[in-house]
């Protein structure tokens, strides 16, 4: 057995119909991984909101680690606004969030959606307003915990989104 490196590694190198919407995200850390994870999984499109951490921050340039430069993004000011143009373009509404119509992620059909918007709450408060969703998804957890790191549940959704989807 040997370990590849990066250049040995041909990814196929797919885009998938997937527009990720950061609801008022304040870490750098988690702005730059979510260019990462998403550049990774071949989301389409990121929206931040315009009082999240820029992409020209240092610490989110550092994590993200030159993904900033390869996938669309753009930032917005109101939340509604902007939900609201994404639905009227096709989009499914999805957030990520733990509510008492949370489907399971694996029971979820994301192929039944010809394009999917994902959004991720802040690290404090969640989704800031649940009622302009057309679904929410939870992952399963078995510890004592009920949440995890607002990146690593978009690891996980786009995970096993895009498999669903391939």
């Known amino acids: 057995m040997e ?14 119909p997937i527009t990720i919407v950061c609801d008022a995200i304040r870490t750098p850390e988690n702005i730059g991984m979510c260019f990462r994870i998403s550049e990774s999984f071949g989301v389409s499109k ?15 340039k550092k994590t993200a680690r030159n ?25 499914t509404i999805i957030g990520i969030e733990i ?3 949370s489907i399971p ?19 404090r408060n969640g989704i800031n307003d649940v009622s302009l969703l057309d679904f929410t998804i939870s992952i399963p957890m078995y510890g004592r915990n009920s949440s995890m ?4 549940s978009l690891a996980i959704t786009l995970y096993e989104a895009t498999n669903k989807l391939l």
């Open 99 to 101: 509510t008492d119509k």
């Open 105 to 123: 992620i694996q029971n979820f059909n994301f192929k039944n959606h010809e394009k999917i918007v994902l959004l991720l709450g802040s690290e």
């Open 46 to 60: 990121i929206y931040f909101h315009e009082n999240s951490p820029s992409s020209e921050n240092r610490i989110v």
């Open 3 to 16: 370990q590849l490196t990066h250049y040995q590694i041909e990814n196929l190198q797919k885009k998938f």
């Open 67 to 91: 993904t900033e430069n390869q996938i669309s993004h753009s930032v917005y000011s109101n939340f509604k606004t902007l939900i609201t143009k994404l639905k009227a373009e096709g989009n």
């Open 149 to 152: 790191n607002v990146i690593h």
